[in-house]
């Protein structure tokens, strides 16, 4: 008698704790009822993160999961990192729900495999700017002299850029690290936060 499992299931055992597949029984003086033990196919999930980050989800690793079941992965970042998304580092049939999330899921179904968590020394400001002005809660727009303006292109874009445009003409100093004042100098965006370098 062979037992035989269906896709992504193995043979455990008989109810009567043979492993035999095929079994065969001789000697056969009455009835002999038996039934095949099946499971589903497991993997090894391991979770791992660059420098800047935690794991806390799973606890352990690497972390025994089911054929086509999510499992749980969570990160967190250290102070003074970001997070960058979770990426897959080996194996295959790996399936990351929101690879930009911290907390997310990862599902295996195709054998072992191994995710990261990336992170980077720094805060990361993003803006795919998709609307027709700047978001006041990341840019503001200084413009010492009043004379400026900026337009937007590429909105929703990965080539999405702000022109900033001043009248011919007329003398516009270039920004310089470590000078405050703003009078005089060209127009430009920055971000709300002062201690971030992520002026245009």
């Keep these: ?4 499992p269906d896709a992504n299931y193995h043979f455990v055992d008989w109810s009567d704790a043979s492993t035999d597949n095929p079994r065969t029984d001789v000697n056969v003086m009455a009835d002999i ?10 993997y090894d999930l391991t979770v791992s993160t660059t420098a800047g980050g935690t794991i806390t989800v799973p606890g352990t690793s690497p972390v025994t999961v089911d054929h086509g079941v999510a499992t749980t992965i969570t990160a967190v970042a250290d102070a ?3 997070f960058t998304g979770w990426t897959v580092v080996s194996g295959t049939g790996v399936a990351i729900a929101a690879p930009a999330s911290l907390s997310t ?4 179904t195709a054998g072992d495999a191994e995710v990261q968590a990336n992170f980077v020394l720094g805060v990361i400001y993003s803006d795919d700017f998709n609307d027709a002005t700047l978001d006041p809660a990341i840019w503001t727009f200084v413009d010492p002299l009043s004379d400026g303006g900026y337009t937007l292109s590429g909105t ?13 003409g007329v003398e516009h100093q ?13 127009s430009r965006t920055r971000h709300g936060q002062v201690s971030v370098d992520g002026r245009v």
């Design 33 to 42: 009822n038996v039934t095949a033990n099946f499971a589903i196919d497991t």
């Design 174 to 186: 270039v920004w310089t690290d470590g000078i405050v004042a703003d009078g005089g100098r060209i």
């Design 105 to 108: 899921t990862a599902t295996l």
């Design 80 to 82: 003074g990192y970001t």
């Design 156 to 168: 929703c874009t990965a080539d999405a850029l702000i022109n900033i445009s001043v009248p011919a």
């Design 1 to 4: 008698v062979t037992a035989v």
